[in-house]
Each structure stands twice: as C-alpha cells, then as structure tokens.
C-alpha cells in the first residue's frame, strides 16, 4: 500500500516555541491531506483538510493561526504548531490520499508526538 | 455530516473467547468503512475496509466486519481473541465522494486477558 510518513515521530519543546511537523507521501501524489490530533485514551479529532496548493480548511474551534497548514506540494504537508503550549501535547497524524475527485482510501503517517514542557 | 457510534467502550475477554465490536454510523449517502487497531504506544493499523460489493469483509489478523446496511452498522469480530489483540479499535466512516476525511469513533479498548 501507499506509505505516509511524517517528521518528527518525537518533539519536545519549550512553551511559547514552534515546532514544524512534516508529511510526506513516499510513493504517491497526495491530494488531499488531512491533519488529526488524538489526545490521550482519546479518538483521532480532525483538525484540517489541506489540498495542493490552496489554503487549507480548518474545523470549528482550531485555531489557524496557532496551527499553521502548508501543502506546497503533491508529496509534501507540514503542520507548524505556533507559540506552543503544554495545552497543545498531543499526538498529531496526518493522512493522505490519492485519488483526485475519486473515493480513495486514506493511508495514515505513523504520527508525531508533541511535548510542549 | 457523518458520525460514529461505538457503544462497547472497554471489552474484557479471556483468550479464545469470540469478540464482537459494534460500530454504527449516521450519513444519509453512501459510505466507506474502516476499522483501525492502535497498539499501546504505537500509530494506527488498518485492520479492513468496506467499499462496495460483499457486505462482508475479512481483514488481516482473523479479524472479519459486516456492513449491514439497513441497520446502519459496521461491526467488528473474530471468533477466537488471543492476548495480542490488546489494543484500542477505532470504528470510521467517511463519505463515498471525492476526498473526505475519515471520521472516528471514540474508540473502544480491548482487553484480552489470559
């Protein structure tokens, strides 16, 4: 299947820095990426929806100017989580798909892990 | 907008006992359907998906899923559990049109204990 992966799986930082999360799909051109975050015991929340080269769509209640989504590119998503606070630890997943315009299945990146201390 | 039902949210089971996981879902149109397994520290691992076609769907692990549609469900079982099934199951649905975001359920959290 098509492999999704992302950068860092780990990340600690100081409160009030940023800290950029990357997606990349290694084998296909992704479309459509979504970006989830799972707080702990919890279920996976979808955050945003981003496609190539236009602005992404965020869900009620995230805030887009602290949780920064760019998709340059066809292989390429990255999530910038700004002035990071302990609030914001989480386990952030981003997913892609393939099929433009065509239901595909999502393949998921193995996650991030942020530690804001 | 679509949502997910999981109504089991800690399954206890000893090892060989036979599992079933509900899972329903809303949506007014055509859906796919997923279940995930999440192992203790580890990310997301699709366990089968339902497109079209057989309502029934084996998956990886002996782990197989019913789509009945008028019931608007989607439920996980295998017949006999063993401890390596310990992990959390994520029920999700997402639109059958263009590219939509999965939607979860809130999980349910399986222990096989032996």
């Known amino acids: 299947g098509a492999v999704v992966s992302q950068h860092p799986s780990w990340v600690i930082c100081k409160s009030g820095t940023s800290v950029k999360i990357e997606c990349r799909s290694l084998d296909f051109q992704a479309t459509t990426m979504f970006w989830y975050r799972q707080f702990p015991k919890q279920s996976l929340m979808l955050m945003a929806t981003?496609?190539?080269?236009?602005?992404?769509?965020?869900e009620q209640g995230v805030e887009k100017d602290k949780f920064l989504i760019n998709h340059a590119s066809l292989t390429l998503s990255t999530l910038t989580v700004t002035s990071a606070h302990p609030e914001d630890s989480s386990f952030y997943i981003c997913?892609?798909?393939?099929?433009?315009?065509?239901?595909?299945?999502?393949?998921f990146g193995e996650g991030s892990r942020l530690t804001v201390l | 907008a679509q949502s997910v039902s999981q109504h089991n949210h800690h399954v206890i089971l000893s090892e060989a006992a036979s599992l079933e996981l509900g899972c329903n879902y809303s949506y007014g149109g055509t859906v796919n359907l997923f279940w995930y397994v999440q192992y203790p520290g580890q990310h997301l691992q699709l366990l089968l998906k339902?497109?079209?076609?057989?309502?029934l769907v084996k998956g990886i692990k002996g782990f197989e899923a019913e789509f009945i549609k008028s019931k608007f469900s989607f439920n996980l079982r295998k017949p006999s559990v063993q401890w390596s099934d310990t992990a959390e199951y994520f029920c999700?649905?997402?639109?059958?049109?263009?590219?939509?975001?999965?939607?979860f359920g809130k999980g349910t959290r399986l222990s096989v204990i032996a």
């Open positions: 339902y497109f079209s076609g057989d309502p």
């Open positions: 981003s496609n190539e080269g236009s602005k992404a769509t965020y």
């Open positions: 997913s892609a798909t393939s099929h433009r315009g065509i239901t595909g299945e999502l393949f």
């Open positions: 999700a649905v997402n639109a059958n049109s263009g590219n939509t975001p999965l939607v």
